[in-house]
């Protein structure tokens, strides 16, 4: 099956994700996404799979004056979340993971536990991300939820679920494959000062430090 035949697929699917716009309307014609493809060189359709967590779909995109134009985005596939993202916190301090980070093939300057949505309840996604990351095992019950941020609506749909949990002590598996190599406790002056000269610099980090902010005022 090709990428445009998979993408005409999924639009029948996930209809949610291909609503009719008159700012920026898509074009679903097979004929017509077809002819494009082939006379610009251009990739359309589902460009890649990186199943289970994302999908790259290159879309046709209508200008006001009727000219035709790609504009890729990524799709997740679980309708209620992408992904989530854990506050931890201790004795009135919160913990921020040491990290190397592959995409910008550098460390981050400091994150929240966080990972992909899977086939599990955002609260019991909460949980294993914990247990993983940080070798700490709690229940769905013990993470309070905060709310929903929406990390990059330029490039993708997705949406992170918030939670903060109180924790104790913290044992990063050695072997965890993500790049985790610690966790330091800062204070909440130690976390403004590290967000306001640009130590911490993580998006999905930042916003769910204001959820919390926010909730706490």
């Known amino acids: 099956m090709d990428a445009i035949t998979q993408y005409l697929q999924l639009a029948a699917q996930r209809p949610e994700l291909f609503r009719p716009s008159e700012q920026i309307p898509l074009c679903l014609d097979e004929n017509t996404l077809r002819i494009f493809s082939r006379s610009t060189g251009a990739s359309l359709g589902i460009v890649y799979d990186n ?15 009727g000219a035709l134009y790609p504009y890729a985005r ?5 309708r209620d979340s992408n992904g989530v993202v854990v506050i ?26 966080r990972g992909f949505a899977e086939d599990l309840s955002p609260a019991e996604n909460g949980v294993k991300e914990l247990r993983e990351e940080l070798g700490v095992q709690l229940s769905p019950d013990q993470l309070e939820y905060l709310g929903e941020i929406q990390p990059d ?13 109180h924790i104790g002590e913290t044992a990063i598996p050695a072997d965890n494959g993500e790049g985790i190599h610690g966790i330091r406790w800062v204070t909440p002056q130690e976390m403004a000062q590290e967000v306001a000269d640009g130590t ?11 959820k919390y902010l926010c909730r706490n005022a």
């Open 51 to 65: 199943s289970p967590y994302f999908l790259v779909v290159a879309d046709l995109c209508v200008r006001s004056d």
């Open 74 to 78: 990524v799709i997740y596939p679980y």
């Open 88 to 113: 931890p916190c201790r004795d009135g301090r919160f913990g921020l993971l040491s990290i190397f980070r592959h995409p910008p093939r550098k460390e981050s300057g400091g994150e929240f536990p």
């Open 153 to 165: 609506s330029g490039l993708s749909a997705g949406t992170v679920q918030v939670f903060c949990a």
């Open 200 to 210: 911490i610099t993580d998006g999905i980090t930042l916003a769910a430090y204001l």
